[in-house]
């Protein structure tokens, strides 16, 4: 008797977002499938947003520029629902799940000095943990993880990929003021 082995390939879906003008998904929209640095050609505004598959992170400007939202799998019916400060999201990144070791370090000071803690795990007060509530400087050393401007995930986002931040600029702050962080992951 002869056994066929069968190798079962299934097939990944494109990593996709819409985009809808008008709230709870209506009025006109465009799909994405890659990253865009320029969206504004498609809709004038952004009301709404389908994420189909895996992160984006996406921009009030063009060119990956000016307030940054990151959207995981999952309905968002208006603009608040992504901590959105407005109508306007102008470009936008894909980032597919990743699974692993996280691990940053954050520091008090910019260019990686004074008090520094190393962090594996989320973190819904910085303030409770760190006993300062700016972070002027960090090294990530695995996986993607989100700044939160206040406690317990809320405010500005920032997303940011493993390297070196040697200032809150350089991670598009506008203030060291960073209230919580989680790592982006599957939840």
């Keep these: 008797m002869r056994l066929r082995a069968e190798l079962i390939v299934e097939e990944r879906k494109p990593l996709s977002i819409i985009f809808y003008e008008d709230r709870n998904f209506h009025g006109r929209h465009y799909a994405c499938s890659t990253d865009c640095a320029d969206l504004s050609p498609y809709f004038s505004r952004c009301n709404s947003i389908r994420v189909e598959s895996d992160w984006w992170v996406v921009y009030e400007r063009p060119n990956y520029m000016g307030y940054q939202y990151v959207l995981r799998r999952g309905e968002y019916p208006d ?4 901590m959105g400060f407005n109508d306007t999201i102008r470009s936008c990144r894909s980032y597919p799940y990743v699974s692993g070791n996280y691990r940053m370090r954050i520091y ?3 260019d990686f000095e004074g008090q ?3 962090f594996m795990e989320d973190c819904p007060s910085v303030y409770d943990r760190f006993r300062y509530r700016d ?5 990530v050393k695995d996986g993607y993880w989100i ?4 406690p317990n995930y809320r405010g500005r986002q ?3 990929r493993p390297g070196e ?3 809150y600029s350089d991670w598009g702050g506008y203030n060291s003021m960073i209230g919580s962080f989680r790592r982006m ?3």
């Design 79 to 82: 603009y608040q629902r992504w």
């Design 108 to 110: 008090e000071r910019p």
């Design 116 to 118: 520094m803690m190393e």
């Design 135 to 139: 972070i002027h400087s960090c090294q």
């Design 147 to 150: 700044f939160y401007e206040h």
């Design 158 to 160: 920032y997303f940011l």
């Design 165 to 167: 931040y040697k200032k």
């Design 185 to 187: 992951r599957d939840f």
